[in-house]
């Protein structure tokens, strides 16, 4: 027997092949010269793929801009069985038109469960992640959401809106939304964890927010944003090279003692303001997780002294159920690290541990 190919390279050897026939599809063409013409020709392919239940779509690095997304979107949305979808766009040259007119197409792609989608280092700006995310919730079976939109400028108003809207993405279990290197600050990471919080279905949250412009008062407004996602399992929460201190530490850990279900919890505070009362803050609150069995704290090139990071890892042994740590408190103010490891690792629950000072 003949095995189907279902890999391809080339745009032509696509076109070429026989497109009723796949259900499952790979096409990478990476720095390729991809034009908003040879898009569309993909789009019009793919658009014979009546079967297609499985796609995936690398496009990196092209010069695929408004026209091209929008036309290739639209053939997409006729592929009625699609229910697996992964689509990247990375370094294109896709505005906000472009973004809006891809988030309603898919839109129509109504028996989508499971979405992947990057869109890092394009042009969309605010209103084209307004425009992608408001598409994307008419995808009413989908249940796994990783929306890449790093880079684009999207700001507080972007943010904010992402917020606004994933408050209606109720069928959620899995998110990965990641929005670093965004020029967001607090208002609109205060809106986004609003938003956040109306999903209460979620599982398992992985949010980047790194790079930003977020102080006290946004780190504040995501915490209270997922004390409100009771059922999460899983947390990674970036939010390195930010502006955070001691109060906005404390009114995220104020946040994460209300998320008592979490097992895995990692949070990446690299290079920001924090001192040694906003780490014991943390402390007290991973406390307050009562089934973390996985942690990882990157803290590094903070503010923390032995009396913060001592304190820390007395909050630390408290946690009755944890096994694995993962611990990073390099370049900081601490001048006994050898003390400070000793104190973690008296925990003879650990089973796997990694403490850097």
Same mark, same amino acid.
């Given at each position: 027997?003949?095995?189907?190919?279902?890999?391809?390279?080339?745009?032509?050897?696509?076109?070429?092949s026989?497109?009723?026939?796949h259900?499952?599809?790979?096409?990478?063409?990476?720095?390729?010269?991809?034009?908003?013409?040879?898009?569309?020709?993909?789009?019009?392919? !793919?658009?014979?793929?009546?079967?297609?239940?499985?796609?995936?779509?690398?496009?990196?690095?092209?010069?695929?801009?408004?026209?091209?997304?929008?036309?290739?979107?639209?053939?997409?949305? =006729?592929?009625?069985? +699609?229910?697996?979808?992964?689509?990247?766009?990375?370094?294109?040259?896709?505005?906000a038109?472009?973004?809006?007119?891809?988030?309603?197409?898919?839109?129509?792609?109504?028996?989508?469960? =499971? +979405?992947?989608?990057? !869109?890092?280092?394009?042009?969309?700006?605010?209103?084209?992640?307004?425009?992608?995310?408001?598409?994307?919730?008419? $995808?009413?079976?989908?249940?796994? +959401?990783?929306l890449?939109?790093?880079?684009?400028?999207?700001g507080?108003?972007?943010?904010?809106?992402?917020g606004?809207?994933?408050?209606?993405?109720?069928?959620?279990?899995?998110?990965?939304?990641?929005?670093?290197?965004?020029?967001?600050?607090?208002?609109?990471?205060s809106?986004?964890?609003?938003?956040?919080?109306?999903?209460? =279905?979620?599982?398992?949250?992985?949010l980047?927010?790194?790079?930003?412009?977020?102080?006290?008062?946004?780190?504040?407004?995501?915490?209270?944003?997922?004390?409100? $996602?009771?059922?999460?399992?899983?947390?990674t929460?970036?939010? =390195?090279?930010?502006?955070?201190?001691?109060?906005?530490?404390?009114?995220?850990?104020?946040? !994460?003692?209300?998320?008592?279900?979490?097992?895995?919890?990692?949070?990446?505070?690299?290079?920001?303001?924090?001192?040694?009362?906003?780490?014991?803050?943390?402390?007290?609150?991973?406390?307050?997780?009562?089934?973390?069995?996985?942690?990882?704290?990157t803290?590094?090139?903070?503010?923390?002294?032995?009396?913060?990071?001592?304190?820390?890892?007395?909050?630390?042994?408290?946690?009755?159920? !944890?096994?694995?740590?993962?611990?990073?408190l390099?370049?900081?103010?601490?001048?006994?690290?050898?003390?400070?490891?000793?104190? $973690?690792?008296?925990?003879?629950r650990?089973?796997?541990?990694?403490?850097?000072?």
């Amino acid at each position: 027997m003949i095995q189907q190919n279902n890999k391809f390279g080339s745009l032509e050897e696509f076109l070429n092949s026989s497109l009723q026939s796949h259900q499952v599809l790979l096409i990478t063409m990476i720095s390729n010269g991809i034009s908003d013409e040879d898009a569309l020709r993909l789009g019009s392919g !793919l658009e014979k793929c009546t079967n297609l239940s499985n796609l995936t779509l690398n496009l990196n690095r092209n010069l695929i801009g408004d026209k091209g997304v929008s036309g290739l979107s639209s053939s997409l949305a =006729n592929c009625a069985n +699609l229910s697996n979808m992964t689509l990247h766009f990375y370094d294109n040259k896709i505005d906000a038109i472009g973004a809006t007119n891809l988030g309603s197409n898919l839109g129509m792609c109504t028996n989508l469960s =499971n +979405l992947t989608l990057s !869109l890092l280092d394009n042009k969309i700006g605010a209103v084209g992640a307004s425009g992608l995310i408001s598409g994307l919730a008419n $995808c009413a079976n989908l249940s796994n +959401l990783t929306l890449d939109i790093r880079g684009n400028k999207i700001g507080d108003e972007g943010a904010s809106a992402l917020g606004s809207i994933l408050g209606k993405y109720t069928n959620l279990s899995n998110l990965t939304l990641e929005i670093g290197k965004n020029l967001i600050g607090d208002e609109g990471a205060s809106g986004l964890g609003f938003g956040l919080g109306k999903c209460t =279905n979620l599982q398992n949250l992985t949010l980047d927010l790194g790079k930003n412009q977020i102080g006290d008062e946004g780190a504040s407004g995501i915490g209270s944003g997922l004390g409100k $996602c009771t059922n999460l399992s899983k947390l990674t929460l970036n939010l =390195n090279q930010n502006y955070i201190g001691d109060e906005g530490l404390s009114g995220l850990g104020y946040g !994460l003692r209300k998320c008592r279900n979490v097992s895995n919890l990692a949070l990446d505070l690299y290079r920001n303001e924090i001192g040694d009362k906003g780490v014991s803050s943390l402390g007290s609150a991973i406390v307050n997780c009562t089934d973390v069995q996985s942690l990882q704290l990157t803290l590094s090139n903070n503010k923390i002294h032995d009396e913060g990071a001592s304190i820390l890892s007395f909050s630390l042994k408290k946690c009755t159920k !944890l096994t694995k740590l993962q611990l990073y408190l390099y370049f900081n103010l601490i001048q006994q690290p050898l003390q400070v490891k000793a104190k $973690c690792l008296k925990s003879k629950r650990l089973v796997f541990s990694i403490i850097e000072l």
